[in-house]
C-alpha cells in the first residue's frame, strides 16, 4: 500500500514563526502536492512538484514556499506564520505513470493553529 | 478554468438506505476525469470512483456508482445500502486530460448514516 506521512498531525506556533510542515511518501513517487483544507472552502492547491527541485505554484502560493531535495520528501514552509494560514494541510503523492486516472494519495494531514 | 460545485453541504441517510451526492462542473474542455474521494473523520482521504468522460458507461464500485451526465456537466455519487462507516466529508474533483496534474475539488457535502 501506498504510504503518505506527515510530520505532525497537530502543530501549534506563534505569529512570525516559521514553520516547516515535512511529507514524505514510500512509492517512489514523481509528483507531490500540498493542498490546504478549509471549513467551506473544500481543497485549495498551494504548490506541486513532479520532480526533484522542481515546483509549480498552486492557486494559493502566497505566503508559503516549498522545497523538495529528494524524491520522497515534500516541504511546506510558511516563511512568516500569520493567524490567517490556521488550517488543516493536506500532502498527496501520484505516480508519473502516464495515465491520467491515476489517483492522488494523501496523507493524514497536519491541522495548523498559528496564534 | 474549471470550477465544481457541491450544492449539498450536508445530507443524511439512515442505514441500509440509498443516498445521491451531486456534483456539477463547469469547463469548456470535451476530455477530463472525475473523482470522488472520501475524507473519513480524522482518517486518511481515499478515493471512492473515478469516471473518464469519454466513457458512456457509469463506473461502480461495489455499493457506489456514479450518474455521469455529459451534456449537463452533472456527476452524481449513489451510495446504496449505507453503512455507519460511509459516514465522512465526500468530495468531488475534477481532472483535465494530457499533462495537467491539477486536481479541482469542490467544497464537499458532509454524510452523516444514522442507525
Not at chain 2, 37 to 57: F, G
Not at chain 2, 60 to 66: K, L
Amino acid at each position: 500500500d501506498v504510504k503518505v506521512t506527515q510530520s505532525s498531525r497537530y502543530l501549534v506556533k506563534r505569529t512570525g514563526e516559521k514553520v516547516f510542515l515535512e511529507c514524505v511518501q514510500d512509492m517512489d513517487h514523481e509528483n507531490m502536492f500540498w493542498y490546504r483544507q478549509d471549513p467551506g472552502l473544500g481543497l485549495r492547491l498551494i504548490y506541486f512538484s513532479y520532480d526533484v527541485k522542481m515546483k509549480e505554484k498552486g492557486d494559493i502560493p502566497e505566503g508559503y514556499s516549498v522545497s523538495r531535495e529528494k524524491k520522497e520528501r515534500f516541504s511546506l514552509i510558511l516563511e512568516s506564520a500569520s493567524t490567517n494560514q490556521t488550517s488543516m494541510y493536506l500532502c498527496a503523492s501520484r505516480p508519473w505513470s502516464g495515465t491520467d486516472l491515476d489517483e492522488q494519495y494523501f496523507g493524514p494531514g497536519t491541522r495548523l493553529t498559528v496564534t | 478554468a474549471q470550477t465544481v460545485t457541491q450544492s449539498q453541504p450536508e445530507m443524511s441517510v439512515q442505514e441500509a438506505e440509498t443516498v445521491t451526492l451531486s456534483c456539477t462542473y463547469d469547463t469548456s474542455e470535451s476530455d477530463y476525469y472525475l473523482f470522488w474521494y472520501k475524507q473519513p473523520p480524522s482518517r486518511q482521504m481515499i478515493l471512492v470512483i473515478r469516471q473518464e468522460a469519454y466513457k458512456q458507461q457509469n463506473a461502480t464500485e461495489n455499493r457506489f456508482s456514479v450518474n455521469f451526465q455529459k451534456a449537463a456537466k452533472s456527476f452524481s455519487l449513489k451510495i446504496s445500502d449505507s453503512q455507519l462507516g460511509d459516514a465522512a466529508m465526500y468530495f468531488c474533483a475534477y481532472r483535465s486530460r494530457g499533462g495537467s496534474e491539477k486536481l479541482v475539488f469542490g467544497k464537499g457535502t458532509k454524510l452523516t448514516v444514522n442507525p
